[in-house]
T-cell receptor, first 112, second 113 residues
């Protein structure tokens, strides 16, 4: 089955700096790669996703890149703010809700 | 739509007791996932259903865990008998076949003493 790895497990950055989180996956059939943000005591919520037919997607301060050949994808957050502090999860899935597997998470702390 | 609804929000039970967690997915979503979240193991996929049929239960830790989805609007995760190491937050998520985004419920915090 699918296995998703994620690094780093914790990340501290100064406010205004960039943060990068990297994930790798094992199943070459996976074609949907979402990122979820989980604030303390809350449920995970989707912040951005990318499908296998594109290499990069951007939404304001957040961007995701995908390298299907190497089977890895990354989340980039620019101009970080304290409210970006949370746990971020990557996931890999085959279309239509098949086998939605999450990485172990990255705890991001943005220091003022 | 009220989103994915889980009940109860909190459950405290004694070791050996049966625990049943409930989930109502978003109407029209045809995939449902059960996850367990702990500090040590992160978000673990326990089991998922497509069109009410269990597809992969390889993440279910032991025979003490069972899950059912009798219809498109309801699923249960049962632990019998419960043990202290089952203490965790259990999330249910549903996905539709078009957008593929997984919507999570608010979770059930289970404490087994």
């Amino acid at each position: 089955g699918e296995n998703v790895e994620q690094h780093p497990s914790t990340l501290s950055v100064q406010e205004g700096d960039s943060a990068v989180i990297k994930c790798t996956y094992s199943d070459s059939a996976s074609n949907y790669f979402p990122w979820y943000k989980q604030e303390l005591g809350k449920r995970p919520q989707l912040i951005i996703d990318i499908r296998s037919n594109v290499g990069e997607k951007k939404d304001q301060r957040i961007a995701v890149t995908l390298n299907k050949t190497a089977k890895h994808f990354s989340l980039h957050i620019t101009e970080t703010q304290p409210e970006d502090s949370a746990v971020y999860f990557c996931a890999a899935s085959i279309s239509y809700g098949q086998n939605f597997v999450f990485g172990p998470g990255t705890r991001l702390s943005v220091l003022p | 739509d009220a989103g994915v609804i889980q009940s109860p929000r909190h459950e405290v039970t004694e070791m050996g007791q049966e625990v049943t967690l409930r989930c109502k997915p978003i109407s029209g979503h045809n995939s449902l996932f059960w996850y367990r979240q702990t500090m040590m193991r992160g978000l673990e996929l326990l089991i998922y259903f497509n069109n009410n049929v269990p597809i992969d239960d390889s993440g279910m830790p032991e025979d003490r865990f069972s899950a059912k989805m009798p219809n498109a609007s309801f699923s249960t995760l049962k632990i019998q008998p419960s043990e202290p190491r089952d203490s965790a937050v259990y999330f249910c998520a549903s996905v539709d076949s078009v957008n593929t985004e997984a919507f999570f419920g608010q979770g059930t915090r289970l404490t087994v003493v």
